[in-house]
């Protein structure tokens, strides 16, 4: 059986997100060399152990002159920030990318049924977060 966090860590650590990008249904988190990750259940992220923006927050006004754009701040929190570790929960499927800063993106895979999130390192590593925690993972 593949180690899968250690794979994730040997491939993921010292690189940094390029784009995160909304679509109807999901969000897309672009990282360089190839790695891309798709989140469909809830995510947050954290800056010194707070919570600075949670995918919720996205196109809500909070007083603001404008609705505030989720990519932007995904973006503006996490580019340029190089990945430290990355851990997924065994028992939820939960996975946390800590970057520099003290600075994580968190995923909340929430549902029994539907896949969480899915990740593709660009070199043949492919990881689904399925309903209930379990993982789905190939490599090819």
């Not at 800056?47 to 809500?60: E, K, L, P, Y």
């Not at 920030?81 to 946390?96: E, P």
């Not at 549902?111 to 593709?120: M, N």
Request: hydrophobic content about 40%.
């Amino acid at each position: 059986m593949i180690d899968i966090t250690a794979k994730l860590n040997s491939r993921l650590v010292g690189q940094s997100l390029i784009q995160t990008e909304r679509s109807e249904y999901d969000w897309g988190f672009r990282f360089a060399g190839e790695v891309f990750l798709r989140v469909a259940c809830p995510w947050r992220i954290l800056c010194n152990g707070r919570v600075a923006f949670g995918d919720c927050d996205h196109a809500q006004q909070f007083r603001l002159p404008e609705p505030v754009n989720g990519a932007m701040q995904s973006d503006r929190l996490l580019c340029n920030k190089a990945i430290q570790q990355v851990i997924i929960r065994g028992d939820s499927g939960d996975l946390t990318i800590k970057f520099t800063d003290q600075t994580s993106l968190e995923i909340l895979n929430t549902s029994s049924s539907y896949e969480g999130w899915e990740l593709g390192d660009g070199a043949g590593l492919h990881v689904i977060a399925t309903g209930g925690g379990e993982l789905a993972i190939w490599t090819g």
